[in-house]
């Protein structure tokens, strides 16, 4: 049985958090657009205003606790429940640590907190490519909501709707 531990994330971990991400862009293929830096992440997470919030795992082991895995979300609200929600923008468990429930468990994690935080939503999205997370996403109980589409505005589009 692998024995670890979820705990939020400090500033001290914006370094483990930016190779964390690092290595969830690479398996999700998409390096090409990684801007964060640990400086960036540290302003953005963890300064005047936070952005969202994230929680680290570590796994036991026998020189330490090894951090293996991320959970980064967000309160966002559903007007048609007039609730927050909780968003979760990215969860990562390094390849080598996948099955050992440790997905699983960040899940659980964030659920409960969404629970206690009195939310009516805890939803995030998934690549349509990568059906082990569907699959592991059905198996905890979530929908996958096949009439739903991401729309996103970045950039120079963004500048110019802002405009």
């Known amino acids: 049985?692998?024995?670890?531990?979820?705990?939020?994330?400090?500033?001290a971990d914006s370094e483990t958090l930016y190779n964390l991400i690092s290595a969830l862009?690479?398996?999700?293929?998409?390096?090409?657009l990684v801007e964060a830096t640990p400086q960036k992440l540290?302003?953005?997470?963890?300064?005047?205003?936070?952005?969202a919030e994230v929680v680290i795992l570590e796994?036991?082991?026998e020189s330490g606790k090894l951090p293996v895995g991320f959970a980064l979300f967000f309160h966002n609200f559903s007007t048609f429940l007039a609730k927050p929600?909780?968003?979760?923008?990215?969860?990562?468990?390094?390849?080598?640590w996948r099955g050992h429930g440790?997905?699983?468990?960040?899940?659980?994690?964030?659920a409960a907190l969404a629970v206690e935080r009195g939310c009516g939503?805890?939803?995030w999205?998934?690549?349509?490519?990568?059906?082990?997370?569907?699959?592991f996403y059905r198996a905890m109980g979530a929908d996958v909501m096949p009439d739903w589409r991401i729309c996103r505005v970045t950039g120079d589009a963004l500048t110019k709707l802002g405009a």
């Not at 862009?25 to 090409?32: F, G, I, P, R, S």
């Not at 999205?125 to 699959?135: A, F, G, H, K, Y």
Request: net charge negative; aromatic share 10%; charged share 20%.
């Open 121 to 123: 939503r805890f939803e």
């Open 42 to 51: 540290c302003d953005a997470l963890f300064g005047a205003h936070p952005g």
């Open 102 to 110: 440790l997905g699983k468990a960040l899940l659980k994690h964030l």
């Open 59 to 61: 796994v036991d082991t």
């Open 25 to 32: 862009a690479e398996y999700e293929k998409l390096t090409h």
């Open 85 to 96: 929600g909780l968003y979760l923008e990215d969860l990562f468990v390094d390849p080598a």
């Open 125 to 135: 999205s998934v690549l349509d490519w990568n059906q082990p997370s569907i699959d």
């Open 1 to 11: 049985m692998t024995t670890f531990t979820i705990r939020p994330a400090a500033p």
